[in-house]
Nanobody, 114 residues
Framework: QVQLVESGGGLVQPGGSLRLSCAAT????????TQWYRQAPGKQREFVAA???????NYADSVKGRFTIFRDDAKNAVYLQMNSLQPEDTAVYYC????????WGQGTQVTVSS
């Protein structure tokens, strides 16, 4: 049974940084693609960033240059480093993995506010 567990969310001031973690049971090598999505109150869930098994990455235009997705194979985890956070980045952030199936984590809240 594949499980994804996110952590690292919290309250941060505008301009601050957070690093989100997505820890997987089972090997992340089993996943063809690992992604981060986010959902703000009253809005649809939207794509944020993705990383494939070869290490290739892709980002939403709204986060390019500020967010970085990377993986630590030794820790079987994928991370989202978020810099220069703005109030519009406030959302619940979800990890999603595609492999033999599609798997979602439970989400972690990120709030950017002064």
């Amino acid at each position: 049974q594949v499980q994804l567990v996110e952590s690292g969310g919290g309250l941060v001031q505008p301009g601050g940084s957070l690093r989100l973690s997505c820890a997987a049971t089972g090997s992340i090598f089993d996943f063809l693609l690992t992604q981060w999505y986010r959902q703000a109150p009253g809005k649809q869930r939207e794509f944020v960033a993705a990383i494939n098994t070869g290490g290739g990455t892709n980002y939403a235009d709204s986060v390019k240059g500020r967010f970085t997705i990377f993986r630590d194979d030794a820790k079987n985890a994928v991370y989202l480093q978020m810099n220069s956070l703005q109030p519009e980045d406030t959302a619940v952030y979800y990890c999603r993995a595609l492999g033999s199936g599609t798997y979602w984590g439970q989400g972690t809240q990120v709030t950017v506010s002064s």
